[in-house]
């Protein structure tokens, strides 16, 4: 079992920055993959950002790409999201997630594990 609580959330003004936090105990953090997914109010759980065990390999959705960026400390059992040039409508709760077998990197059912989720709103 595994269990992931985010930090790091809060209100921010266009264009400004957030660095999530997402804190992973249980079994070995280092043999998940971990991401990131958010959820507008009235809309579907979507993919934002996923990063492979070792840390070498990464996967965006487009909305993101060059603006986000996932990154993880094993040692800390720890993954990372730096949000910049936040946009108001990245406004969501954001969700940490892990699996421990293969799947889609963007799908939701295939993650495992969720945290309890953050808020992140940026006004215009």
């Known amino acids: 079992q595994v269990q992931l609580v985010e930090s790091g959330g809060g209100l921010v003004q266009a264009g400004g920055s957030l660095r999530l936090s997402c804190a992973a105990s249980?079994?070995?953090?280092?043999?998940?993959?971990m991401a990131w997914f958010r959820q507008a109010p009235g809309k579907e759980r979507e993919f934002v950002a996923a990063?492979?065990?070792?840390?070498?390999?990464?996967y965006y959705a487009d909305s993101v790409k060059g603006r986000f960026t996932i990154s993880r400390d094993n040692a800390k059992n720890t993954v990372y999201l730096q949000m910049n040039s936040l946009k108001p409508e990245d406004t969501a709760v954001y969700y940490c997630?892990?699996?421990?077998?293969?799947?889609?990197?963007?799908?939701?059912?295939?993650?495992?594990?969720w945290g309890q989720g953050t808020q992140v709103t940026v006004s215009s």
């Open positions: 997630a892990g699996r421990y077998y293969s799947g889609s990197y963007d799908s939701v059912d295939d993650y495992d594990y």
């Open positions: 249980g079994r070995t953090f280092s043999s998940y993959v």
């Open positions: 990063i492979r065990r070792s840390g070498a390999t990464t």
